[in-house]
């Protein structure tokens, strides 16, 4: 089993910055993609980045520019680093992490809140 905690959310200015962090405990495989999704109420969970194991990212449209994500493997933990927050950037920002080449098991975090006021 693998756990996920995430960290750093908040309530922020428009044009503000968050940094957030996701620890991952348990049975982790070295070959892995940690993400970040968000979701906002009503609706769908969306992919902000991933990051594989390796260094690899992949930034959703909504991320470029703005967003960096960056990993410590020998910590297990994924950053996100939110610069030039916008009000559509509230939502709550859930870790995951997929275990193995073919992504065949995936784990959730809880999530936290991240509220950008205008």
């Known amino acids: 089993q693998v756990q996920l905690v995430e960290s750093g959310g908040g309530l922020v200015q428009a044009g503000g910055s968050l940094r957030l962090s996701c620890v991952a405990s348990g049975m982790i495989f070295n070959i892995n993609t940690m993400g970040w999704y968000r979701q906002a109420p009503g609706k769908q969970r969306e992919l902000v980045a991933s990051?594989?194991?390796?260094?690899?990212?992949n930034y959703a449209d909504l991320a470029k520019g703005r967003f960096t994500i960056s990993r410590d493997n020998a910590k297990n933990t994924v950053y996100l680093q939110m610069n030039s927050l916008k009000a559509e950037d509230t939502a709550h920002y859930y870790c995951?992490?997929?275990?193995?080449?073919?992504?065949?098991?995936?784990?959730w975090g809880q999530g936290t809140q991240v509220t950008v006021s205008s």
């Open positions: 990051i594989t194991s390796r260094g690899t990212t």
């Open positions: 995951n992490l997929a275990q193995g080449i073919l992504a065949t098991k995936e784990y």
